[in-house]
């Protein structure tokens, strides 16, 4: 009898221990929310890449102009309502985009950058991440390559932040592997659609562009 009232006064021990249900289900509300929000931020789960190439794609506008050597194709990003970022050097005579001239409010050579103002309709415009590439972080290249009239999505790992492969270029990102001609201009994003670095040089397998924050820089002081 001794023994079987000293068992019961455990068991009734160990039940006035446990927590009510209401806390119970907080806390594993918390830790699963904590758990999600780890493997988001460490990329082992990343948005639909289809949904995000069709969000960004549009965004962005085929820039085009013809001269003596012949026909260029260029891709352009919406920025703002009615204007249009593309690389500078795409502008070899009159840039026109999609089909309407456009005017140019801003170019620099050496950050190879250009604004066009042209009517942009509804297009949404694109958003630019605040925060730099790491190395071998997975982005997607986007673009009109070979002068396709619908986009092409390339999917690119970083080879270097900061970097210049040559004395004549500003500090950029470098990718992995190299860009498709006709991309020139368009954005190159990170796994949530947002402007990392534009498409502006290949090389050797490996493709180059300045980043976003390069990019933010170059479009202060426009209307």
Known sequence: MPIKTLRQKTIRSKASRRLPNGSRNKILGVCVLTILLLILSFGLVRPNP???VTRVAASLVQVTSDD??????????VVAPQR???AAHCLTATPVVNGTIAQVRKVDPYYDLMLLQVETAT???????YTEVIRFEPLTAIGYAFGLPAVTALSVRVLGTSLAPLPTLPPGI?????????????PVVDVRGRIVSMVQESNEGVGY???????????LGTD
């Open 84 to 86: 249009v970022l593309t």
């Open 123 to 129: 297009r949404p415009q694109m958003t630019f991440r």
């Open 174 to 186: 470098l990718v992995q592997p190299n860009y498709i001609g006709g991309m020139s201009g368009g």
């Open 209 to 219: 562009g300045v980043g976003s924050l390069l990019m933010q820089a170059f479009l």
């Open 68 to 77: 003596d050597a012949g026909h260029h194709v260029c891709t352009g990003i």
């Open 50 to 52: 289809h949904a995000m």
